[in-house]
């Protein structure tokens, strides 16, 4: 495989490739409406490098299986490539085609010639292009091949159970019990056996059953018959256990001419087949060579193993007892599923220890005989494995710490938990990236903007989400698709389906370079160097996709600053987890605590085992703090505890809350009290706020991406923002830049105050805005400061803001008047502001719009022109002649400045609220990238004194023309408020230097 290039922090290229030519801007401005990055009026700053296919964002790429033509394949990675992204992920996917024959399966399934010759030209055209792509492990998902059965060992496995109640006394004859759920697929009986029901066990949603009473009854089985009579004392369970494949395919089949049947995910069996099917049946050698070097990951989508029963594979009871140290079948009843749904249990500490352990050996074989293969497999290929490693009762936090790529999706997802349960196996495994399937939006089809995205996404970026796959770009077109082509999923059953289908045909794409900038830049922030995190609070059990929050931290210390990760018990195992300088992990996430409560998935009952105590014990020696929350008074092990594990427990325990290291608080709220006490302090502190912080540190660098959100892209329970923030860096000599994700400007902070190795700076963000720090020495990106003495910076002033003008520090105003500031020599100078021209809003506009209506083909677009002429701005859903236009327009204005405007005047442009992108010309002058969430910008390079004309071009989605242009699926959507509702403020200001 050709060498990726390098990602743009590493070895100092970006450092290197920055060079100041002009002004820095504040952090903040404290103007109303104008975000923290509106890039400043003095000048440019430093520049982003140029950021290559390895930090760009990438998309599923969905095609109707092999039914594509190598032509337009080539023309749509053009496509992907000419809007900025880095790649894409060629996916076989069609939920929308209700008349599967249509595809012709038969020739152009997926795996099929016509699928490698579209995806040979795929990898050939990205090749020229310098993109990436990735490919699905098998169409659509879970994993599956054609040259397997249902019944074939290789297939996915389920243990169906039946049950037959058996009154005391009374003798059963007959067959044994068939499966309670039948199925087409072959049965093999794996054991009999019978519990006495207990009542106290019995719950609203489980039967209850004596553990002690477990009869094995395998033996008296003879020709299929049973007969067997109840002893007199209670009513007793009768039950048959049954392996039988799933007879699973892949979702909305059927994608190849002979069935495709998911694989054993837990078994070599399985792995091997769908390695040989690739082997000997996809990777021509033209597709490996040119695999390796254009070729990602292999991916995995979620595992969705849609069993009826419990998911099972053929050697576990072996795998059982060699791991856990005692049998699975006498314990079966607890574990067995119906439909996902448990059905029967013993005493309820005794179920939770089961449940653990059954869990916890299927999550061992997952890693051992799925990804640890699949992804030795992928490095041979030149390639890297990336799975969605949640959807079963595994431990996603283990599986993350061995793939090289863990993704999340923002869809499933319900907090910014979820990820930082995947961030910590990853960042425990020694792994730089974690992807999200960002974007999919139920009922979200065509009428998705870029914002909608964005103000989902912006808070997962802080919680440890650094690649973008965006939900999705589709292939053109197949027959009998409606205008404006073939999308993957929509319609869905008929009605409106999942966002989104992007490209030429939506009228965004026209602007999507800069959300692809935008994206590439948030990557390269949170790609760069090593994670660090304050905290990392231990798992029991390690689920994602569940919502379930760290105590305290969650709610309370993220607010406040801190941040955290997840780990869980294979974790200690890895190399990483040692104890170096009173850190965990420290040459990696470096954390400064451990904490641990119950656990979450057992209603926080205070469980650990005895591996882990000791792991414990052993780092608070190295000089580890730990915190437990809870009353760990009658703790039990995580599973079932086997000789003398129980009281080795308590001994461990003992000596862990009687350690100078460890604190055991009762409640969440004794948690900052303990962790002070243990003098632990976060990176990040500031009053309690909606913004999230994570931190890297590369080389001589830190690192911040600050965001004002959550995982929701909506405002609710997020506010705009005012407030300081102090920060950490690694090195007392490096001083705070401020970097402007939508421009790429890189610009000195020149107000702010230091005490040892924290700095102190103010932080205004709008709702879902971002922004990133860097703390370098000044000399790697200029020489600011050093006019006004060694270093100099401002520590206050009673200007609007003070920034560096090149060397020099310089003030800024909206208002005449006098300004003092404070520099941080203890020396204050005064600044005099002339007269400023009063703020103006335009009073008129022309608006051109270019419609976008169904040509002659699903493909084909029409563009007519309509103008329209406003004394107000208003949304087009509100003007009769656009209410159902969707497409392009171009706002036109002029403003009038006085003739006395000069070199020390500027303006901030804001546009107020637009749906969605929009982009700025000033009398003719393009202007940088315009913020999609706070559309303000600083236009004072391009006005000049007398008429100036601004133009203002604005993008939509198809939702409002596809109401009428296939009003079956998309009649019912309302109208959306496309373009410019303002208010529109071009707002003066005067600058003057010290």
Do not use: C
């Not at 990951?297 to 419990?310: G, I, K, R, W």
């Not at 910014?416 to 961030?423: E, F, H, I, Q, S």
């Not at 005012?722 to 401020?738: K, N, Q, S």
């Not at 040892?756 to 370098?776: E, H, K, Y």
């Amino acid at each position: 495989m050709t060498a990726q290039p390098s990602h743009p922090f590493s070895r100092r290229r970006f450092l290197q490739a920055a060079a100041v030519t002009g002004a820095a801007a504040a952090v903040s401005t404290g103007w109303e409406g104008l975000p923290a990055t509106a890039h400043g009026a003095a000048g440019k700053g430093a520049k982003f490098p140029d950021l290559t296919a390895a930090v760009r964002p990438r998309f599923r790429w969905w095609w109707p299986d092999g039914l594509v033509d190598p032509k337009e394949i080539a023309r749509e990675i053009d496509q992907i490539a000419d809007a900025g992204f880095g790649g894409a992920e060629i996916a076989g996917v069609h939920h929308s085609v209700a008349d599967k024959s249509v595809l012709d399966t038969a020739h152009h399934g997926w795996g099929s010639a016509s699928w490698i010759a579209g995806v040979e030209a795929a990898l050939e055209r990205a090749d020229r292009r310098g993109l990436v792509i990735d490919l699905t492990l098998g169409p659509a998902w879970p994993s599956a091949v054609p040259t397997i059965t249902a019944d074939n060992g290789a297939a996915s496995r389920e243990l169906a159970y039946g049950a037959v109640l058996v009154a005391a006394g009374q003798t059963y004859t007959g067959p044994v019990p068939a499966p309670v759920i039948a199925h087409e697929t072959e049965h093999t009986l794996r054991g009999v056996n019978a519990f006495r029901v207990n009542a106290a066990n019995t719950t609203k949603k489980e039967t209850g059953l004596e553990e002690a009473t477990a009869t094995d009854l395998t033996g008296s089985v003879s020709g299929g018959n049973l007969t067997w009579t109840a002893p007199a004392d209670g009513d007793w369970y009768l039950f048959s256990y049954w392996e039988r494949g799933s007879a699973q395919q892949p979702e909305s089949g059927p994608h190849t001419a002979t069935p495709a049947y998911v694989v054993d995910h837990f078994s070599q069996a399985g792995t091997k087949a769908l390695i040989a099917y690739w082997e000997k049946d996809l990777l021509t050698p033209r597709m490996r060579k040119l695999l390796r070097r254009v070729g990602g990951t292999l991916f995995e989508d979620s595992f969705e193993l849609e069993t009826e029963a419990l998911q099972w594979t053929a050697n576990i009871p072996q795998e059982f007892r060699k791991r856990r140290g005692y049998d699975l079948f006498p314990v079966l009843p607890a574990i067995l599923l119906a439909k996902e749904n448990t059905v029967f249990a013993f005493e309820a500490v005794r179920t939770r220890q089961i449940r653990h352990d059954y869990w916890e050996t299927v999550s061992e074989l997952f890693d051992e005989n799925h990804f640890t293969p699949l992804r030795d497999w992928a490095h041979g290929l030149g390639m890297k494995l990336r799975a969605q490693p949640y959807g079963l009762n595994t431990d996603a936090i283990a599986t993350s710490a061995i793939l090289d790529n863990t993704e999340g999706e923002s869809l499933g997802f319900k907090n910014l938990d979820d990820y930082r349960v995947l961030a910590g196996g990853r960042d425990m495994g020694g792994h730089t990236v974690m992807s999200s399937e960002a974007g999919a939006y139920q009922g979200g089809a065509y009428a998705t903007p870029w914002k909608k995205i964005l103000r989902t996404m912006s808070g997962a970026y802080a919680a440890g989400l650094n690649q973008t796959y965006i939900h999705g770009f589709s292939y053109a077109t197949i027959p009998g698709v409606n205008w404006p082509g073939f999308a993957a999923f929509t319609p869905y059953g008929g009605k409106v389906g999942y966002s989104e289908s992007w490209g030429p045909r939506q009228p965004a794409w026209t602007h999507t370079r800069d959300v692809a900038d935008y994206l590439a830049r948030v990557h390269a922030v949170t790609q760069a160097g090593r994670m660090r995190a304050d905290i990392a609070v231990f798992r029991q059990t390690g689920y994602s996709k569940t919502g379930l929050g760290a105590t305290w931290f969650t709610a309370t210390g993220i607010p406040l600053g801190w941040t955290h990760q997840f780990i869980s018990e294979p974790i200690l195992a890895l190399k990483s987890a040692k104890v170096r300088g009173g850190r965990f992990a420290p040459d990696g996430p470096a954390y400064k605590a451990i904490v641990i409560e119950g656990d979450k998935f057992y209603s926080s009952a205070p469980t650990v085992s005895v591996e882990v105590a000791e792991k414990f014990l052993g780092y608070a020696d190295a000089g580890l703090p730990i915190v437990f929350i809870g009353d760990w008074s009658a703790a039990t092990t995580s599973g079932v505890a086997i000789g003398t594990e129980a009281a080795r427990l308590g001994t461990l325990l003992g000596r862990l809350f009687a350690h100078p290291k460890v604190r055991n608080v009762t409640a969440a709220d004794g948690v900052p009290g303990a962790l002070a006490a243990l003098g632990v302090t976060p990176d990040a502190s500031y009053p309690t706020s909606s913004l999230l912080n994570l931190r890297r540190v590369e080389d001589d660098m830190d690192l911040y991406y600050l965001a004002n959100g959550k995982h929701a892209d909506s405002a609710k329970g997020v506010v705009a923002i005012d407030h300081a923030v102090t920060l950490t860096r690694g090195d007392r000599r490096r001083v705070p830049f401020l970097l402007d994700l939508w421009t790429g400007e890189i610009r000195r902070v020149a107000q702010y105050s230091e005490s040892g190795d924290t700095v102190t700076f103010r932080v205004a963000l709008q709702v879902n805005d971002t922004v990133a720090v860097v703390f370098a020495r000044p000399e790697r990106f200029g020489e600011g400061g050093k006019g006004n003495g060694k270093d100099a910076y401002a520590t206050a002033t009673t200007a609007d803001a003070v920034f560096f003008d090149g060397s020099r520090l310089a003030v800024r105003a909206k208002a005449a008047g006098t300004y003092t500031t404070t520099l941080s020599t203890g020396k204050t100078v005064t600044s005099k502001i002339g007269e400023v021209p009063a703020e103006i809003v335009p009073a008129a506009w022309t608006l051109d719009v270019e419609s976008w209506l169904p040509g002659a083909t699903a493909t084909e677009t029409v563009k007519e022109k309509v103008r329209v002429s406003l004394t107000a701005l208003t949304a087009w859903s509100a003007i009769p002649e656009l209410q159902d236009v969707s497409g392009v327009g171009r706002y036109t204005t002029t403003v009038e400045l006085p003739k006395t405007w000069s070199a020390d005047h500027g303006a901030v442009l804001s546009l107020g609220e637009v749906f969605d992108t929009a982009r700025v010309i000033v009398n003719g002058k393009a202007l940088p990238a315009v913020n999609v969430i706070t559309p303000a910008l600083d236009v004072s390079a391009h006005l000049r004194p007398g008429r100036n004309t601004l133009v203002v071009e604005v993008t939509t989605t198809l939702n409002n023309r596809l109401r009428l242009a296939d009003p079956g699926v998309y009649g019912g959507n309302a109208r959306q408020a496309y373009g410019i509702t303002g208010p529109v403020r071009l707002t003066p200001y005067r600058t003057a230097r010290l």
